[in-house]
């Protein structure tokens, strides 16, 4: 029996612009479903509100449909395109940069190896500056100087002859040997083939402005610091 062209029927009206946006949105829904785990969308948010949020284009959706017909848009779809395009290139530049490093035209550093004789000899002594007066005391000046301070001498008689010590101030977060304190820094002292020593020394500002005094013939580092409370630990 023909129900269309009978008499009396009224046929449906067109259409409108709504119920095709909810005809579309329905149909992407079931085209995402078939194609999109959302459980697994590394995209896909839960606000505290029950809402989904896009991570990718920062859009808000009230449900999963709505979300997943927004992942098969032209916006979602343009930022997956840029997002891959992105991570390609920054796997191909650091590709090239490891190539760089380790390809054939890569200098190979060969590791210093030489025999310890030992730790060499030291001393330290406490020394304080003069103390200079004001020159106008009736102004108020004060005296200046009489920072205490801190002189090291490292006796290396076996030092090579090419070969200068080196020293450098480290942090305690710097170093493996004790547990890291905050309150104590360390003056590092190394000079092949000697073993490198350390001074513990209280984690307080360093004045080293007096300078380094080496003498390639006595064999012998001097270091004069300056510091306002010299506690120190030779290590």
Known sequence: MDYQNRAGNKGAGVAGTSEANVDRRE????????????????YILRNHLGSLECRLCLTLHTNEGSYLAHTQGKKHQTNLARRAAREAAQQQTFADAQR??????????????????????YKITKVREPVLSGTNEEEGEEEVGGRLGLLFQIHLPEIKGDVKPLYRFMSSFEQRVEPQNRAWQYLVVAAEPYETISFKLQAREVDNSYGVVYSSMAG????????????????
Not at 27 to 42: G, Q, S, Y
């Open 220 to 235: 012998t580092l001097s270091l004069n610091i300056s510091t306002s409370l010299p506690g120190m630990m030779a290590t």
């Open 100 to 121: 760089l490093i380790t390809g054939p035209n890569a200098n190979a550093v060969e590791k210093k190896r030489f025999i310890k004789i030992g730790r060499p000899g």
């Open 27 to 42: 149909r992407l829904r079931k085209l995402a479903l078939e194609t999109i785990d959302i459980n697994k969308d590394p």
